[in-house]
């Protein structure tokens, strides 16, 4: 007898945690666990182990593994194309890792890997706000700023299964850019991340005279900003317009290049809401060509925080 | 009985004058016509009235018209997806004009549309150096600057019919951008079309005192500065530096976001060959981001000059 396969398992495997869960068809996270420490496996072997080991554990708790579809895996540096993770900054195994290879061959069950931010482009086109769009741009707004295009119902690559940089287009030439951690100046990323926006801060500090509850910290993140902006801060306020401006500016040239339908914001710096939305508006409107003037809707993610990973990296194992 | 649908019909309309050709399954033109005048005619009808009398003579003499399989149309601000144009600047009529439904009702053959960067592009991937490629852009260096963007094997069209306007990414933010054309400032296209390419030297000039063959002109066009650099002339040859240099940090950027395999240069100024190839080439790699380095290939389109905008629309019509 055919068992209907109508469950599929996520991964999101981070620089520090890596949750899994077992999802149904309509996004609802049936079983899950994020008890994995990834830093904590000297071998990248082991750690399989452990996920391994919580997999099988999640399986029996929900039901049979024959109802199991796929696994989707959210990982930092891999490779659509390989299943591998090739290179990761922010994982404790260096080289290239035959993420997808290993999981599959010891669970017997099909894995599709691919990176966090295109997960999330997945997870909203199969659960999220993207439903029925076949032209729109997921921006992740984190510690980095990641990008999951997809044009045409399909989920942009490249040739080599590493495109969707956009955190990496310049919009500041020359010596005067912001360095960025690819080495690169003026990116994208050095201004609209979560540590951009502190960056900033701290410039904008450091340039003026103006009284501002940022003053009296000793190191300042994204959300103090955002605490202090809430609190009618105005130095606070302009960090959110110019990080607003800038990610306007990159949003108007996104548009002009794939029209898209929508643009999703997602991550930490997305719950910064109207005070990076309005800005952000404003200098799209100023910016965007005259043939898609009003065309694409800026949206906030709305996956529930806690799911939106799991959620993600899950939908991978529908395709 | 069945007869082989193995023609299609191209045809090309500019502003100045309209090419139509039968097409044979191999790319080879079998029968051409180029004596319409696109702004001879006061109507639209009119103009559709004498397309159709040059498809009836060519559909005659290459063979008859049950072999056609259909007709492929590059026009400028066409849209694929309703198949009118829509406020053409350079056509003598205005408004949105059927042009799909129009000459199909008229020829009974079914009718695509599109601009001619997207045609160029279909062209390269049935015809030309792109066959085979899933993943690719090709950029149109002529008046304007254009682009044709495939991805996974698929043209970008957008959520309206409108992607693809790679020449309006903004390369020189704030007041010191140039003017373009669309009314915004620092576009692409207003320093790498032929005309910023004259726009470039007309600086270089004023800004020095540098002696030049391009001083003795009355006019300059790109043509002249290609010209005189091949004599070895010093402002030319940094027109042609800067000309290179920005479009390297254009298609950087461009990378970063789709990581194609091939940017395909198309139109006049991709003529210059080395002269632009050569800075945009220490550009790109300067700029790029380290993952993509050396991955994309840019390449010089082969089609032939005279043949490549009948070819490109003619494309559209084996879909």
Redesign the interface.
């Known amino acids: 007898m055919n068992v209907e396969k109508n469950r599929v398992i996520g991964i999101d495997i981070g620089g520090t945690g890596t949750k899994i869960g077992v999802v149904d068809a309509r996004g609802k996270i049936l079983a899950r666990d994020e008890s994995i420490v990834t830093n904590a496996y000297s071998t990248f072997e082991e750690f399989i182990n452990a996920m391994c080991g919580v997999i099988e554990r999640l399986i029996k708790i929900t039901d049979s593994k024959e109802k199991v579809r796929g696994i989707g895996v959210g990982a930092p540096d891999s490779n659509f194309y390989t299943g591998n993770i090739e290179h990761a900054f922010n994982l404790p195994w260096k080289d290239v890792l035959p993420l997808a290879r290993m999981l599959s061959e010891r669970t017997g069950i099909p894995v599709r890997v691919t990176n966090d931010a295109n997960a999330a482009a997945i997870g909203e086109m199969t659960y999220g706000t993207a439903k029925g769009m ?2 729109f741009i997921v921006i992740t707004l984190g510690t980095g700023v990641g990008s999951g ?1 997809v ?2 119902g ?1 989920l ?11 955190g ?6 020359g010596e005067d850019g912001r360095l960025c951690g ?3 100046k003026g990116c994208l990323e050095a201004y609209c991340s979560a540590t951009g926006v502190a960056r900033t801060a701290k410039e904008f500090l450091a340039k003026t005279n103006t009284p501002s509850l940022l003053r009296d910290l000793e190191t300042i993140t994204s959300r103090d900003v955002y605490d202090a902006a809430l609190k009618g801060d105005k130095i606070a306020l302009e960090v959110f317009e110019f990080t607003g401006r800038i990610l306007g ?1 990159a949003i ?3 548009i ?6 929508a643009i999703i914001l997602f991550g930490g710096l997305s719950r910064a809401g109207n005070l990076l939305l309005d800005p952000l508006q404003r200098s799209l409107d100023k ?1 965007v ?4 003037k009003g ?2 809707k800026i949206i906030l993610s709305q996956l529930p925080d806690s799911d939106a990973a799991i959620l993600g990296a899950s939908a991978l194992a529908w395709e």
Chains 1, 2 share one sequence.
Request: charged share 25%; net charge negative; proline share 2%.
């Open positions: 076949k032209n295009i044009i045409n399909e942009v690559y490249g040739c080599d299964g590493f495109a969707g940089e956009l990496h287009v310049t919009m500041v030439r690819c080495g690169r500016e108007a040239d996104f002009a290049i794939s029209s898209p339908e910016n060509l005259h043939t898609f065309k694409t």
